[in-house]
């Protein structure tokens, strides 16, 4: 059984660059969450959408973006890249998104701001 | 405002005496808190959680024990083992206005079993 898949795994991109990055949530699951992982820190919430609704954003400027597809996959946009941008991008599938149960990782996408 | 706290960066502990880990939160709020683990270049995998109607929760080898009134919880690892040497995250459940739940996770404990 394929577990979440985050494309890519990778990627170096210029300041004021916009990067698009991907998910595919475990078959089943409708619901994906996008976190942000700076070195030394914890993951952050940036959004959950669930049935192709956004149900909530954390504190990140509007430079951040995402949507969700009608096969529960999801993108995430970020605009005119800033250094402090450079972190890991971690995806997290879910059935729906409540509770303290079942939140499965992607390996996450490391994107680094030069 | 760091909602959720892990005060202690690394942890060495023998191979099978008992791992403590500990966590501090703020926010009375939270539902759920959830303990994860997680190795270099992987996401975080899910160990174990509690709800907070709850004090403790057993999963073989891993405990969490919740202390709401000192909003402090504690995840044990007994016998601990070299393969759980890895980085430990807690975690706090949320309910977000528009239905689903956000975590707040802590800085992590680095924990390293010696043989």
């Known amino acids: 059984d394929a577990g979440v898949t985050q494309s890519p795994t990778h990627l170096i991109k210029t300041r004021g660059q916009h990067v698009t990055l991907r998910c595919s949530p475990i078959s089943g699951h409708k619901s994906v969450s996008w976190y942000q992982q700076v070195l030394g820190q914890g993951p952050q919430f940036i959004f959950q959408?669930?049935?192709?609704?956004?149900?909530g954003r954390g504190n990140f400027p509007d430079r951040f973006s995402a949507r969700q597809f009608p096969n529960y996959s999801s993108e995430l946009n970020v605009n005119a890249l800033l250094l402090g941008d450079s972190a890991l991008y971690l995806c997290?599938?879910?059935?729906?998104?409540?509770?303290?149960?079942?939140?499965?990782f992607g390996s996450g996408t490391r994107l680094t701001v030069v | 405002d760091q909602q959720v706290k892990q005060n202690s960066p690394s942890l060495s502990v023998q191979e099978g005496r008992i791992s403590i880990l500990n966590c501090d939160y703020t926010?009375?709020?939270?539902?759920?808190f959830l303990w994860y683990k997680k190795y270099p270049a992987e996401g975080p995998t899910f160990l174990i959680s509690?709800?907070?109607?709850?004090d403790k929760n057993e999963d073989g080898r891993f405990t969490v024990f919740l202390n709401k009134s000192a909003k402090h919880l504690s995840l044990h690892i007994v016998p601990s083992q070299p393969g759980d040497s890895a980085v430990y995250f807690c975690a706090a459940s949320a309910k977000l206005t528009g239905g689903g739940n956000k975590l707040t996770f802590g800085t992590g404990t680095q924990l390293k079993v010696e043989l």
């Open positions: 997290a599938s879910s059935l729906d998104g409540r509770g303290g149960y079942g939140y499965t």
């Open positions: 926010n009375s709020m939270f539902d759920y």
């Open positions: 509690i709800s907070s109607i709850k």
């Open positions: 959408y669930y049935e192709k609704e956004e149900r």
